[in-house]
């Protein structure tokens, strides 16, 4: 999917459950998570439903324990790890990703 398409849905409220964005132009990465954490929660919401976690300082259960808790006061919740390219256990997402 082109970028142009994927910030369309997101602008639309029309959200997927997982983002895994990467490649080589951290540019695109940037809009789209820009684009994400500006349109996924009303500014009231975001308080206590959204997490940004950086990769560098994340643990595995800290970051599973975010990503199962429920919203409040919302229909969603906004979990965002940038910079995983230095969380090292990413494979210890995969059984929480696959549910």
Not at 39 to 48: A, T, V
């Amino acid at each position: 999917m082109s970028h142009k398409l994927l910030i369309k849905d997101i602008k639309n409220k029309n959200f997927k459950p997982i983002y895994f964005l990467h490649g080589e132009e951290p540019y695109y990465i940037d809009i789209i998570t820009k684009t994400i954490l500006e349109n996924c929660l009303e500014e009231h919401e975001k308080g206590f439903n959204q997490s940004i976690i950086y990769g560098k300082n994340a643990d595995p259960l800290t970051l599973i324990n975010e990503l199962k808790s429920f919203p409040m006061g919302s229909e969603k919740r906004l979990v965002v790890l940038k910079e995983a390219q230095y969380f090292s256990k990413l494979e210890a997402l995969c059984p929480y990703l696959e549910n």
